[in-house]
């Protein structure tokens, strides 16, 4: 698809307030994923995830979505929920142009949801409010559409009432994301600069980087540079993510996908960094950027369900 048809957002919510319920049903309703091969919570898929019930990965789905007879390609970037993820959530929305800004129309606007709306804002993302689980009896969605509007500033008159779990709204918030959410800058002719929003260590190819492509494309085989760590690279293979890696030969600003080039450490490709060419260098980095503070995780799993 052209350009003007893509849309790349992302999701911003409280814990338990229904991200990864509203992704599945995204991904449901646009075919991406059929019912039957529906996992519990794709884009969630960790088990370490499952047992803290929070998510920690980012990860991406791209989505085809037919709206009055236009096809678009509607790229979702999974935004890590818990607080100690500021900069990752911050470098995920800075490879978007828009949030949907879900809220529990029982629970209302919570602390974190408001760091995250205002990390939004300062990357100038058009949001667009969902009010989640109006299923539930205790559903309040004008009263907290009236919070939101008191709390953040944000014009909720058109807010999206949704019931994840019961697919209520879902085409609703889809349409917005094609009308309200802008398409991609046209950078195609500047150098090469991608933001890596995540990455992750696959035993077998070694790193998978995740990015979006800013300004510029990047094709197979190219030569590579990563401009914060100064190391240089063959994209071995590049793609798409449609939620499972799908292979491409070229990709282009405002696309989103993955690649791979026999990278050894996930320290080698820190969130944040940019992705440019290595014979046409794209002058400055994309901005944002941090050095990785150190932090440990530590998941302990029982063998057995008795030890627990
Ligand atoms: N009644 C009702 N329950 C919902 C709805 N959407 C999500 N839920 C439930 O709310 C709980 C939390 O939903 P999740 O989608 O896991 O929430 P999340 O924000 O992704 O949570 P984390 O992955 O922990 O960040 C689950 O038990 C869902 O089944 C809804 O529209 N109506």
Redesign the pocket.
Known sequence: VPITNIRNFCII?H????????ADKLLEMTGTVQKRDMKQ?FL?NMDLERER???IKLQAARMRYIMNNEPYCLNLIDTP?HVDFSYEVSRSLAACEGALLVVDASQGVEAQTLANVYLALESNLEIIPVL??I??PGAEPDRIAQEIEEIIGLDCSNAIRC????GIGIIEILDAIVTKVPPPKDTLKNPLRALIFDSYYDAYRGVIVYFRVIDGSIRKGDKICFMANKKEYVADEIGVLSPNQMEADELHAGEVGYLSASIRSVADARVGDTITHFAKRAESALPGYSEATPMVFCGLFPLEADQV
């Open positions: 919510a814990i338990d307030h229904g991200k990864s319920t509203l919570q969630d019930g929070i998510t929920g989640n689980k299923d539930l019931s994840a779990k019961e």
